[in-house]
């Protein structure tokens, strides 16, 4: 169910600078999702804050198109 700020919230609270899913018909939907971390303000690179999460819910037959298409019950 999409959230005010239109964000899904089976994708958690935080800020993400991109989220892709898989375009392959399948019973799973997998969202690849990376966080918006600072990269410029770390001193080396070890220190970059960014993070990739991947989201994989399954589809349904009923409910809303958001439901259906698996992104209101699957884990981040």
Known sequence: MPARH?????FGRMVYENAVASP???PKTAVM????????????ASAF?????VYVGTKTNH???IDRAGLTNGNL
């Open 49 to 53: 804050p960014s993070e990739v999460y």
């Open 33 to 44: 999702l990376t966080d918006d971390g600072a990269l410029s303000t770390a001193l080396t």
């Open 6 to 10: 239109g964000s899904f919230r089976a």
């Open 63 to 65: 409910g809303s198109p």
């Open 24 to 26: 392959y018909p399948q």
